[in-house]
């Protein structure tokens, strides 16, 4: 990942209330007991993104409490059940209102406004950091890439600053950003060797040891 170079946040989607699943998907833990939540914020941080911003909603208190001591921003979308577009509206618009870093240009390498993002929902339990810093190698304000697993399309999303605002004007329901993505053909990455980018919805589908 070009984190050292480029400011690369991470945004983790974890609004939605889980309905097929019995419970907020935020809520499932991994074998290790950790929330899902969790789990993905920390990923981000391995993979070296800064700053880590969640998107909260369903059991917003109860998720909020899981990320007490985690190092990230957490955003609430009061209005989530609108779809996860909502929460991805909420997350680029927080993110493009951080305050860039202060100093006169060129600044110090990893500093300054972040000039890209990594988008994950929160049920891809399979996502490793291999998979987030291989789609974030291209990461530059005009960057649209997405990973791939045998040629289908998944997570990470990679959103260069230069798209925050489409992004944020077409977003809508649980379509989510699928549509802006097919129109401005997103790099495909192939992560297939390195990660599983399944997204888990139903207890039946859940690995083992989750739950």
Known sequence: MKSADVPVAGLVLAAGAGRRMGTPKALVHD????PWVVRASRLLADAGCSP???????????????????????????????????????GLKTLRDLPAASGTPPEPA??????????????VPGLTAAAVRRVAEGAEAGALA?????????????????????????????????????EHRAEQVECSDIADGADVDAAADLPRGHG
Not at 31 to 34: F, L, S, T, V
Not at 111 to 119: I, N, Y
Not at 159 to 174: E, N, P, Q, T
């Open 31 to 34: 074998p290790a007991g950790i």
């Open 52 to 90: 880590v911003v969640v998107v909260i909603g369903a059991a917003a208190d109860q998720v909020r409490a899981d990320l007490t001591t985690e190092p990230v921003q957490v955003v609430e979308a009061t209005d989530w059940n609108e779809g996860m577009g909502v929460s991805l509206r909420a």
């Open 110 to 123: 990893g500093t300054g406004e972040v000039v890209a993002v990594v988008v994950v929902p929160v049920d």
């Open 146 to 182: 997405r990973a791939t697993y045998h040629g289908a399309p998944g997570h990470p999303v990679l959103m260069g600053r230069a798209h925050w605002d489409g992004v944020i004007a077409s977003a809508r329901g649980d379509e989510g950003a699928r549509g802006y993505l097919r």
